[in-house]
């Protein structure tokens, strides 16, 4: 078989896009890391210099050593959640929504880097929360990430509720916690309902997340997956783009544009 060029792949979903009523756009690490976020998978992604199992719920709660760790991480891996941009493919995913190509973005991520780049709040569904807040285990107190990092600076080794004295912990959901269970259903009915599934940046190998683009698919919609490496559901995809998605993203919104004329 002919391989395809990645301009006639670009066209084929730029075509999908054109015909799709209901578009879902799921992402993960891979839509980030041309901002300076390491993934989780690939080499010198983030599991691959720390211990995934010393970021479980049970860990955070139960060990304090593991709290101090996890709260000064930033001063390991040198960065802060605040630090960074969004880049070229968030600003393409945020211009599909101007041209109202998208029903909502699914997003694994926790920086908070869609609505950056200008996706409206209410169309971003968080399945693993957002690192841009804290919230307080007893008494359900918030705080913005900043001003936690604020107290850490000036020397708190674990930060605790101002209001209750309570044990704070990041608003991102760590292995073995619950899944936000409104932001789950939500994005299970928006996955069944789509016509036009749109992966970019995740490897599809956790769950419940990588259920969502499957829901898509078997409910009839076209699924197309944009990933520098494999995924599990490459299989599945009507059309696979190899590559970055800065670029990538760029070129599906240019020629978009192109084909719908001025707005
Ligand atoms: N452009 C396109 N694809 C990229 C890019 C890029 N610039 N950078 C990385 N990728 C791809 C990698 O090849 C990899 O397949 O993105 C994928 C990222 O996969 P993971 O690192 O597994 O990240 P993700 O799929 O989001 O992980 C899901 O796992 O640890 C948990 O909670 C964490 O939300 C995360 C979940």
Request: hydrophobic share 40%; proline share 4%.
């Amino acid at each position: 078989m002919v391989e395809k060029s990645r301009e006639d792949l670009v066209n084929e979903l730029v075509d999908l896009l054109v015909d799709s009523k209901r578009t879902v756009v799921f992402t993960g690490a891979g839509v980030s890391t041309e901002s300076g976020i390491p993934d989780f998978r690939s080499p010198g992604g983030l599991w691959t210099k720390y211990d995934p199992m010393d970021f479980t719920y049970q860990k955070f709660i139960s060990d304090r050593e593991a709290r101090k760790r996890i709260w000064h991480m930033r001063e390991t891996i040198g960065f802060s959640w605040r630090d960074f941009q969004p880049n070229a493919a968030h600003i393409a995913i945020a211009e599909l929504e101007k041209l109202g190509k998208i029903d909502c973005v699914i997003t694994q991520n926790v920086d908070g880097l869609h609505q950056k780049a200008g996706n409206s709040e209410e169309k971003v569904i968080q399945l693993h929360g957002n690192m841009q807040w804290a919230k307080c285990l007893t008494c359900g107190s918030r705080y913005r990430f900043e001003e936690v990092e604020r107290w850490l600076e000036q020397g708190v080794e674990v930060p605790d509720c101002v209001q209750c004295g309570g044990m704070l912990k990041p608003e991102g959901v760590f292995f073995g916690e619950a899944m936000p269970v409104l932001e789950t259903m939500e994005a299970e009915r928006r996955s069944k309902e789509c016509d036009l599934c749109v992966v970019i940046g995740s490897s599809l190998v956790v769950y419940p997340a990588a259920l969502m683009p499957q829901y898509a698919h078997n409910s009839g919609a076209k699924l197309v997956i944009i990933n520098e490496g494999e995924t599990d559901l490459d299989g599945m995809a009507h059309v696979r783009i190899w590559g970055k998605a800065g670029p990538v993203m760029e070129q599906v919104v240019a020629g978009l544009k192109r084909r719908l004329g001025p707005v």
